[in-house]
């Protein structure tokens, strides 16, 4: 009944986003792709004085990928870059709360690669005067 809600969740951050779409002038920004399975993620950090992060993505992809994007996205609004620096993939999946097989465990990390090669791109204090920064897939 469990894992029914969790579909239930994914399907709906599929359908319906709510945190997609760019920010004007990120502090940090950053596009990784799957190119085996074809999905895409863009995400876009940008960070207030107080160093709270306003996290958006763009994409396209599976189900999985972009309720993950979502889902991610969510969580990183409110945060710092160090607390967003200490997040790891166990805490993605668990803001999925599907078990997931190792295809998949692909589609549902993409978005966290991203953030991840986004938040190390970043100036050490985002907030105070970060400058943007871009990258691209490896």
Not at 61 to 88: F, H, N, P, V
């Amino acid at each position: 009944m469990l894992d029914d809600l969790y579909r239930e969740q994914i399907l709906d951050r599929y359908k319906h986003p709510r945190f997609r779409g760019p920010l004007d002038d990120p502090d940090a920004r950053y596009e990784d792709e799957n190119p085996l399975c074809g999905d895409r993620v863009v995400v876009y950090l940008k960070f207030d004085a107080d160093g709270k992060a306003q996290a958006r993505f763009e994409g396209e992809g599976c189900a999985i990928s972009m309720a993950a994007a979502d889902l991610l996205m969510e969580y990183a609004t409110g945060q710092t870059a160090d607390a967003l620096r200490s997040l790891t993939k166990d805490d993605v999946l668990d803001l999925i709360g599907l078990r997931l097989s190792p295809a998949r465990l692909k589609c549902a990390l993409l978005p966290y690669k991203a953030l991840k090669a986004a938040l190390y791109g970043l100036e050490a204090d985002p907030g105070a005067d970060a400058s943007a920064t871009e990258g691209a897939a490896a």
